[in-house]
C-alpha cells in the first residue's frame, strides 16, 4: 500500500482526525495538501452525505428547545439521553465526515467558547452547536457575537438572570477572560463590571415555554468604558451597544494575539515562535477578523512545516483516530450497547467526550497537557480493545483482527509493516518491530505461514502495539 508522503501525513495529522486511505486518495486528487486544504476551507463545496444523515438517528438534535424539553418530560428522551446523544453525534461526524477541516474547527470553537452538553440549559445545546458549525470558518466577530448571545451560554454563565439590579458578572469576566482579550489585555475589575452591564436584558427561559426574551427595563443604563471602548448607553435597548463592543473586542490586538496563539498551540507548536503568532494575527486583523485568512497564513507559514510530529494527540483524537486507522462501520444504534450510543463513554472514560469539561475554559490546549502516564495508559487500554473489537461491538462491524495482516506466506517484520501502512499510513520503523516480535514471541524474520495459522490471538497485540507506537499517538 502507497504511504502518504511526509507532507501529506502532516497535513492529515494537523487538519483532520486521523489517517485513512480515502482521505490519502482525496488528497492526492486535490492535488496535494495545501490544494485540499483550500478546498476544505469551503465546507458547503464538500459532498459529506453520509455524514450528514447520522444526525437523523439522534432525532432530537433537530428539534426546537421546546420540543425537546417537552420530550424530556414526557419520558419520551431524557435530557441526559439528549445530551450524550449530541456528544454521540459529534464523535461519528469527527470519524466519517469528509470536511475534516471544518470538524477541527468546529472542535476548537467549541473549546474556546466552552458551554457543557449538560446543564440548566441542556435544551439549547445542540442549537449552540449549530451556531458554531455555522460561523466556524467565517469571521470571528460574527461568531463572538452568536455565542455569545445564544441562550445556552447566557445560562451556562449566568447572564440570563443578570439584572442592572442584582448584577451577574460571569458572563462578563469569562468574555474577557477567556473569549476574547485574556487577562494580560490590562483591563480591571471596573471594566469587568461594565462589560456585564452590557449584557443586561436578556432572559431565557429554561422551564416553560423554552425561550429567550430580551427586556429594556432591566438593562442597566449609563457610561460605559471597557479597554478602549466607550457607550453613552443611555435607554433601555442595549443590543446596539452589545453589538458594538463585542465586535470591538474581537478586532482588539490583544485578542488577534490571543486568538493567534491558540490556533498555532493546536496545530503547530505547545510553544509557537513569535514569528508565526505574529504573522497569524496581522492576518485575522488585516482581514477584519477571518478565521480562513489566519488559518491560510498559519499553514503558509515555515513553522508549521517545521512542526511536523511535535504534537500529541489528546485522548479524545487518539479515539477517533484510531477508529479511522480500524475502519470501523458503524450503523444506526437500536439499543444501548450499540456503538452508537456507547462510544460517548469510551471517550469519557479516556477524559475527554466532546463538550464534557465542567469548568468554562475548556479542554486544555496545549498538548503536553495530555502526555501523563495516565493519559498514556488509558489510550493503551483502548488500543487493545479495539484492537480485539470487544467494545463497543454491537450496531458496528470491522475487520477480524487477523484479517488486517497480508494474506499468504510473509515474513513477520513485513506484516508489521504491511499492517503499520495500513492503518498509520507509514513504513514500520525498526523500533516498532522489535516491539512486536518481542511481545508476540516471534521472530522478526520468521515466516508467518497465514491469517489462520498466525491467529487472532496474536493479531489483536500486533495490531495494539502499531496503535500504541509514538507514530500513531504523535500529530
Known amino acids: 500500500m502507497a504511504v502518504p508522503s511526509a507532507s501529506t501525513r502532516h497535513m492529515i495529522n494537523r487538519f483532520s482526525y486521523g489517517y485513512t486511505p480515502s482521505l490519502h486518495k482525496a488528497i492526492t486528487k486535490a492535488g496535494g495538501p495545501q490544494e485540499w486544504f483550500a ?43 439528549q445530551s450524550m446523544d449530541l456528544v454521540r453525534w459529534t464523535i461519528l461526524r469527527r470519524m466519517f465526515s469528509k470536511r475534516q477541516v471544518h470538524e477541527v474547527m468546529v472542535d476548537f470553537w467549541s473549546n474556546l467558547l466552552h458551554v457543557p452538553a449538560y446543564g440548566d440549559g441542556w435544551m439549547y445545546r445542540a442549537s449552540y452547536d449549530a451556531t458554531i458549525r455555522k460561523y466556524a470558518l467565517g469571521k470571528f466577530s460574527d461568531l463572538l457575537l452568536r455565542a455569545t448571545v445564544h441562550p445556552a451560554m447566557l445560562v451556562f454563565l449566568n447572564s440570563a438572570g443578570s439584572t442592572k439590579n442584582a448584577l451577574n458578572e460571569n458572563h462578563g469576566r469569562e468574555l474577557l477572560e477567556l473569549h476574547t482579550v485574556g487577562v494580560k489585555a490590562g483591563y480591571t475589575e471596573h471594566m469587568v463590571v461594565d462589560s456585564a452591564r452590557v449584557l443586561t436584558g436578556y432572559h431565557v427561559e429554561t422551564w416553560q415555554p423554552a ?31 452589545l453589538r458594538s463592543y463585542l465586535h470591538y473586542l474581537a478586532a482588539h490586538p490583544a485578542t488577534a494575539q490571543r486568538l493567534a496563539t491558540r490556533l498555532c498551540q493546536r496545530f503547530v507548536a505547545d510553544k509557537p515562535s513569535d514569528e508565526i503568532v505574529a504573522a497569524v494575527a496581522k492576518a485575522y486583523t488585516d482581514s477584519g477578523t477571518s478565521i480562513k485568512a489566519a488559518l491560510r497564513a498559519l499553514v503558509k507559514h515555515p513553522d508549521f512545516v517545521a512542526s511536523a510530529e511535535g504534537l500529541v494527540r489528546s485522548p479524545g483524537q487518539d479515539a477517533i483516530a484510531t477508529y479511522r486507522a480500524m475502519r470501523v462501520k458503524v450503523s444506526k444504534p437500536k439499543q444501548s450497547g450499540d456503538f452508537g450510543s456507547a462510544v460517548n463513554y469510551v ?19 496545549p498538548s503536553v497537557a495530555w502526555a501523563s502516564a495516565g493519559r498514556m495508559r488509558s489510550s493503551w487500554g483502548m488500543h487493545h480493545t479495539t484492537a480485539g473489537g470487544w467494545w463497543p461491538s454491537k450496531g458496528m462491524s470491522r475487520k477480524q483482527p487477523r484479517n488486517y495482516l497480508p494474506k499468504g506466506p510473509v515474513r513477520f517484520d513485513d506484516a508489521v509493516d504491511s499492517v503499520s501502512r495500513s492503518l498509520l499510513g507509514r513504513r514500520a520503523s525498526a523500533d516498532l518491530v522489535k516491539a512486536a516480535a518481542l511481545l508476540i514471541d516471534y521472530e522478526p524474520t520468521a515466516t508467518i505461514k497465514s491469517r489462520e495459522d498466525f491467529g487472532d490471538w496474536r493479531a489483536v497485540p500486533l495490531i495494539a502495539t502499531v496503535l500504541n507506537s509514538p507514530q500513531h499517538l504523535r500529530k
Open 347 to 365: 471517550l469519557d472514560e479516556m477524559g475527554q467526550a466532546p463538550f464534557m469539561w465542567p469548568a468554562p475554559n475548556g479542554f486544555p490546549e
Open 39 to 81: 478546498a476544505q476551507l469551503n465546507p458547503s463545496k464538500v459532498s459529506d452525505k453520509k455524514a450528514d444523515a447520522m444526525k437523523a438517528w439522534y432525532p432530537y438534535l433537530r428539534s426546537s428547545s421546546r420540543k425537546r424539553q417537552q420530550a424530556d418530560r414526557t419520558k419520551k428522551r431524557s435530557s441526559y439521553e
Open 211 to 241: 425561550k429567550k426574551t430580551y427586556v429594556t427595563a432591566d438593562h442597566y443604563t449609563g457610561p460605559l468604558h471597557i479597554l478602549g471602548w466607550k457607550a453613552a448607553n443611555a435607554n433601555g435597548e442595549g443590543r446596539t451597544e
